[in-house]
């Protein structure tokens, strides 16, 4: 039982190109989410996914999609990187409603 | 607007001493609410939570942490901290619907030997 996994761990990329962070969870949970976390700020949601099919907006969508390709998957994507989106993402999910979020390792990200 | 406030962003403590991390949130109804705790490069790990009930709720690692609705407040303790507390600790709060949380900006805590 992995709980929730994150790749890739590390990325440098330039400014303007894209990148998708993939994160998957095998537990079986309803809902996952995409934060950032940049210092100080904490950490703050981009996108969530309350169920299977559905997305909705968080705190700070900008710049980002994302993707619920099933149960198991939730993907978030950059299409053109800027230096502003450097920052470490996490992935979490939930299971029922009562239930706290578990979190990925993160994904540190540097555009340059 | 709903907001979670850790007003302190450092925190020194000497090994063996008591520990109270402050946390206090705006909302527009009673929230869920949780601490976090993060260790250099690594995922956030639930400490505790509270969701009803009983004030006084005891986690893992010898925490416990007290809901007072009246000020707003979640205040993380522990009785005599250890050197492998040392890490960052997130407060966090969430509807009851559980779509959308808010975490604190975090309190580093170092202990000192």
């Known amino acids: 039982n992995a709980g929730v996994t994150q790749t890739p761990k590390f990325q440098v990329l330039k400014t303007g190109q894209s990148m998708t962070l993939q994160c998957a969870q095998d537990m079986n949970h309803n809902s996952m989410y995409w934060y950032r976390q940049d210092p100080g700020m904490g950490l703050r949601l981009i996108y969530y996914?309350?169920?299977?099919?559905?997305?909705d907006k968080g705190e700070v969508p900008n710049g980002y999609n994302v993707s619920r390709l099933n149960k198991r998957e939730f993907s978030l994507r950059l299409e053109s990187a800027a230096p502003s989106q450097t920052s470490v993402y996490f992935c979490?999910?939930?299971?029922?409603?009562?239930?706290?979020?578990?979190f990925g390792p993160g994904t540190r990200l540097t555009v340059t | 607007a709903q907001s979670v406030t850790q007003p302190d962003i450092h925190i020194t403590v000497s090994e063996g001493a008591s520990l109270e991390l402050r946390c206090n949130y705006s909302y527009g109804a009673t929230p869920y609410l949780f601490w976090y705790v993060q260790s250099p490069g690594q995922g956030l790990q639930l400490l505790l939570k509270?969701?009803?009930?009983?004030?006084l709720v005891q986690g893992i690692k010898g925490f416990e942490a007290e809901f007072k609705r009246s000020q707003s407040s979640f205040n993380l303790r522990k009785p005599s901290v250890h050197w492998s507390d040392a890490a960052e600790y997130f407060c966090?709060?969430?509807?009851?619907?559980?779509?959308?949380?808010?975490f604190g900006s975090g309190t580093k805590l170092n202990v000192k030997p």
């Open positions: 509270y969701f009803s009930g009983d004030t």
């Open positions: 996914s309350a169920s299977e099919g559905t997305t």
């Open positions: 966090a709060v969430g509807p009851r619907d559980f779509n959308k949380f808010y």
């Open positions: 979490a999910s939930r299971g029922l409603a009562g239930d706290e979020q578990y």
